[in-house]
């Protein structure tokens, strides 16, 4: 019986000289705990920053395509009224010569005149016309085929190639506008959706 009381005081004896020693392991192994949580959780935070930012530059970079595709766009919108304009004018130039020729046919040299003009007019609306073709193209590969928002500027568009094909006077001040129109409400919504992306992503 002292045997075992001897025992458990040397035990307890053991255990006290050590305490110390046990409280700073203790101490070492939460402090090892706080650091492993403290830097996980930092390392999370900076993987979602690093995402976040991410996605923030992806967005940007979109916005930017888009603000590019918009001005391209824009550029040629203008550059396709222009063609228009200039179609329209030449022919109706090239008509005007061809009736002045029709009035003077009685005088070889007058009427010699105005058929030269009436070619000359005729060669640049030809030329003007194959440029449309050319930015007629250029618009429609700029957008998405069967898009419902651009449905009608084509037609409009399929509508004026085949009047400046097969009657010129069709091309008007009037139907000229009216694609304008459609081009600039479809410009219009794609500026909301550009704008829109870059109140986002500077949020």
Known sequence: MFKEVMSLTEVMSIFLKNLP????????????????????????????????????AHQDKISEFRHAWIQEVRKTSAELSQTLHECKMHYTLKQREFDHAVRMSGTQSGN??????????????????????????????????????TEKLITLLNDT??????????????????????????????WEVTKSRTWVTNT
């Open 112 to 149: 010699q005149n105005h058929l030269d003009a009436c070619e000359k007019f005729e060669a640049k609306y030809i030329e003007s016309r194959a440029k449309f073709y050319q930015l007629y193209s250029k618009i429609v590969l700029l957008f998405k085929p069967s898009d419902s928002q």
């Open 21 to 56: 020693f046990m409280i700073t392991i203790c101490v070492v192994l939460a402090g090892a705990f706080v650091t492993y949580r403290s830097n996980r959780k930092s390392i999370e935070s900076q993987n979602l920053l690093a995402s976040k930012a991410r996605d923030a």
């Open 161 to 190: 190639r085949t009047a400046l094909y097969d009657n010129p006077l069709l091309v008007t001040d009037e139907s000229i506008d009216a694609i304008l129109v459609e081009l600039q409400q479809i410009l219009k919504s794609e």
